[in-house]
């Protein structure tokens, strides 16, 4: 086992580039259609939870202020959307790299066998993390953290405006970190030059 600094890198027989499965992120906005329909789920999330009070403002003010709340509603749940589609992709990618190991006999060896599948898979994140994958705006940690909480995305209609606003990014962290913690020690990293794979954006 390599040691740099206070990471520990597992060793691996021979100098040959192990080339792993690509990482496919499905990328780019989505259509004007679905946009619309985020948009008007946004704003009878606003009409119906009553977020506005009824009698504080003139009707104009009120139909302003309704207008930018279901905006940002939008913007916090097409945010969410990116970044559980990221984790969605990341996950996959990790179960696809655990059956390329098991595939290979000089990687099989690597991966801990009495570890649930996925579960504390952290090396592979940290991998991503030294090839320096461009995740854009995407915080990779909390990213996996809401395809752990979430199997499917959850539709706007089933998010609270509190869900939106406040705690979607402190349920992420929390998965995160709990599926993290399931690594047993000691925790080793994977050395990146000793592998190669493709990000595709679809």
């Known amino acids: 086992m390599d040691i740099v600094g206070t990471r520990k890198f597992v060793e691996i027989g021979g100098d040959q580039t192990h080339e792993l499965p690509p990482l496919l992120i499905a990328d780019g906005p989505p259509p004007a259609r679905r946009l619309e ?8 999330l606003v009409e119906t939870d009553a977020l506005i009070p009824f009698g504080t403002v003139e009707d104009a003010e009120l139909d302003r202020r309704r207008y930018d709340l279901a905006v940002q509603f939008s913007e916090q749940y097409l945010g969410l959307r990116a970044q559980w589609r990221w984790g969605d992709a ?8 655990e059956t390329t190991f098991e595939m290979s006999a000089a990687l099989r060896g690597l ?9 504390g898979r952290t090396s592979f994140v940290a991998l991503l993390q030294d090839k320096h994958v461009d995740f854009g705006d995407v915080q990779l940690n909390q990213a996996l953290g809401l395809r752990l909480a979430f199997r499917h995305l959850p539709p706007l209609a089933c998010c609270t405006d509190q869900f939106l606003m406040y705690l979607h990014q402190s349920v992420a ?6 599926w993290a913690s399931m690594t047993p020690d000691p925790v080793s990293a994977l050395p990146p030059e ?8 679809m």
């Open 194 to 201: 000793r592998f190669a794979f493709q990000v595709v954006r």
């Open 37 to 44: 329909k985020v948009m008007n789920m946004a704003a009878e």
């Open 173 to 178: 962290a929390s998965a995160y970190q709990a």
């Open 90 to 97: 990341v996950l996959e990618w990790i179960r696809q790299c």
């Open 111 to 119: 991966l801990r066998p009495d570890v649930w599948p996925h579960a």
